[in-house]
């Protein structure tokens, strides 16, 4: 199976901050990689998909890259509303997909 | 819009069963691989079942194969979990979640239904 890696698992900053998110794959998913944010009490949303393309709706201050076990989100300058947890997730076979443990993104 | 609501959950005790629905509405139901996805209290998200659009193939994590049973009518737009022999290691918010074409790529969510199964 493969398995999902985040880092850091918290991450304290401010607004107008610019922020990255790793996540490493425990082997090659190609660009099958997607990014969601959930907010407390909330159901996740779909922020980037095929590890860089950004979901219909979400604002262009959220990026995505990498291919391969290497990926990336970075958030360019922190809104407000950016604050909650992000997990990215793996979509490399059609049986089952496979989420990072996730990483709060706190107020510092 | 989209629109995916779930029911069925509650308390249960350990070793019973539940089932859980999930109705879809907004969009073309029989074109979509379906998920569960769930989340316990204060955890990270695990993906628990797919099923693909003519509901001919279904995949389950290794943590409830053989116990939960993931199916859908595509007549009625609606998507089940058939959960039995439950353990307190289950209790989560369960979320009905529309995979992108037949990709385990969740595009949209319903709110959850919790599920707490007791000892």
């Known amino acids: 199976d493969i398995q999902m890696t985040q880092s850091p698992s918290t991450l304290s900053a401010s607004v107008g901050d610019r922020v990255t998110i790793t996540c490493r794959a425990s082997?090659?998913?190609?660009?099958?990689l997607a990014w969601y944010q959930q907010k407390p009490g909330k159901a996740p949303k779909l922020l980037i998909y095929?590890?860089?393309t950004l979901e219909s709706g979400v604002p262009s201050g959220f990026s995505g890259s990498g291919s391969g076990t290497e990926f990336t989100l970075t958030i360019s300058s922190l809104q407000p509303d950016d604050f909650a947890t992000y997990y990215c997730q793996q979509y490399n076979s059609y049986s089952g997909g496979t989420f990072g443990q996730g990483t709060k993104l706190e107020i510092k | 819009q989209v629109q995916l609501v779930e029911s069925g959950g509650g308390v249960v005790q350990s070793g019973r069963s539940l089932r859980l629905s999930c109705a879809a509405s907004?969009?073309?139901?029989?074109?979509?691989?379906m998920n569960w996805v769930r989340q316990a209290p204060g955890k990270g998200l695990e993906w628990v079942a797919v099923i693909w659009f003519d509901g001919r193939n279904k995949y389950y994590a290794d943590s409830v194969k053989g116990r939960f049973t993931i199916s859908r009518d595509n007549s009625k737009n609606t998507l089940h979990l058939q959960m039995n022999s439950l353990r307190v290691e289950d209790t989560a918010v369960y979320y009905c979640?529309?995979?992108?074409?037949?990709?385990?790529?969740?595009?949209?969510w319903g709110q959850g239904t919790p599920v707490i199964v007791s000892s």
């Open positions: 095929e590890a860089s």
């Open positions: 082997q090659s998913i190609g660009n099958w």
């Open positions: 907004g969009f073309r139901f029989s074109s979509h691989g």
């Open positions: 979640a529309r995979g992108r074409k037949q990709l385990v790529l969740f595009d949209s």
